[in-house]
């Protein structure tokens, strides 16, 4: 009787690890394919706050948000 219940226990636990760390990774390849933001977004949203945007400061923004995704 307790074997079945630790048995059932152990399988919930290594269930909820592997699906966590496949969910993960699914999660990291759809946004690398399909990345949420853009140059083109960052210079609009920069605009529309009332800045003009340089080259460099759109390529420190991209380098922040490809850091946050990886």
């Known amino acids: 009787m307790l074997i079945d219940i630790l048995q059932i226990l152990f399988g919930v636990i290594i269930g909820l690890v592997i699906g966590f760390l496949v969910a993960k990774k699914v ?20 605009t529309q706050m009332g800045r003009t945007p340089s080259q460099k400061q759109v390529n420190q923004m991209m380098k922040a948000m490809n850091k946050f995704i990886d």
Request: charge should be positive; charged fraction near 30%; avoid cysteine.
């Open 27 to 46: 999660m990291k390849d759809q946004l690398k394919k399909n990345p949420p933001i853009n140059e083109a977004m960052i210079k609009t949203m920069m």
